[in-house]
């Protein structure tokens, strides 16, 4: 049962944390330490049918509820003059305190040229994602059922990109796509019908999600530096976006004192909880090779 709680609250959080612009659902799971598992169980959501559902169930419906809860709350916030820098200053500080586990999956031992080139394509990646224009998959419903159905299809399919990869902002997907003004005006109504409108877009997003994880989790398994080093690369590609688009001209002396204790706060809390996942991961590690010798 404290299992299930623990990956409902992880679910909570990283469903919360994706209503923020520039943060990535992708960087808070790896974070958390859930990365590998949820890769895993999504990847082999056939072969090994219970324990990846039941996982996915736990989670995912924390995040789901998550995003549900946080998505106008986050609005509000960040709309408010005193609490907008701040509260971006808060998950920068928690972005940057999860890199630790990153370079712990990574199993860097050695300086190699492959610490630099890996994570730059990550990086210009995520920069080459963030020049392409607001609105570009933008559609109505008047344009016809077909064309609106295919296209929130392939925006979901693009979104899966967000939602699977670190440093991704599903927030920033959703602004390229030109709907999410309207989808967080939709959640935080309450507007069932409206959110009906998008199952086209959660089907592209669920039917993406599976195709990138079973891509994704061979590559962790055979090349785990080069694939970290590049999730590393879109980690600090995203950085800056946390940023973009914060009017500090409105920034008052409150306002900087709270943004330099929301960094540390964001920054201390995710190293501390990196921390234990990297001392988990070593324990989980030291009793399977303790296994393997008595064999």
């Known amino acids: 049962m404290k299992e299930i709680i623990i990956n409902f609250l992880k679910g909570l959080w990283t469903g919360g944390t ?21 890769v895993y169980s999504v990847s082999h959501i056939f072969k090994d049918f219970k324990k990846s559902f039941l996982y ?20 509000r ?16 500080g928690a ?9 712990k999956s990574a199993k860097v031992k050695k300086f190699t040229a492959g610490c630099i080139l890996f994570p730059l394509i990550g990086i210009v990646f995520v920069v080459a994602i963030s020049f392409l224009p607001e609105g570009l998959f ?41 709907i999410m003004d309207e989808l967080y005006a939709v959640i935080d109504a309450r507007d069932i019908a409206g959110l009906l409108r998008y199952i086209p877009l959660a089907i592209g997003g669920v039917l993406g999600t599976f195709i990138i994880a079973k891509i994704l989790e061979p590559a962790i398994e055979k090349y785990p530096q080069a694939t970290y080093l590049i999730i590393f690369g879109f ?20 306002s900087w004192v709270l943004s330099v204790v929301a960094v540390a706060a964001g920054f201390a809390a995710l190293y501390f909880m990196s921390r234990l996942e990297i001392k988990r991961i070593d324990e989980a590690q030291k009793a399977k090779d303790e296994t393997v010798n008595r064999q």
């Open 235 to 254: 980690l600090l590609g995203s950085l800056p976006e946390l940023l973009m688009g914060v009017d500090f001209s409105t920034a008052t002396w409150l």
């Open 138 to 178: 933008s559609v109505s419903a008047s344009d016809g059922f077909v064309k609106f159905a295919l296209l929130q299809l392939l925006g979901g399919f693009i979104i899966a990109f967000a939602l699977v990869l670190p440093g991704i902002s599903t927030s920033q997907m959703l602004n390229m796509l030109g």
């Open 95 to 103: 972005v940057a305190g999860g890199i630790p586990i990153i370079f």
């Open 56 to 75: 996915l169930l736990q989670f995912g419906l924390g995040g789901v509820i998550g995003f549900l809860l946080f998505a106008g709350f986050i609005s």
């Open 18 to 38: 994706m209503t923020v612009p520039g943060v990535s659902g992708g960087s808070m799971a790896m974070i958390l330490g859930v990365y590998d598992k949820l």
């Open 77 to 92: 916030l960040l709309n408010n003059a005193t609490l907008s820098i701040p509260l971006h200053f808060f998950f920068l």
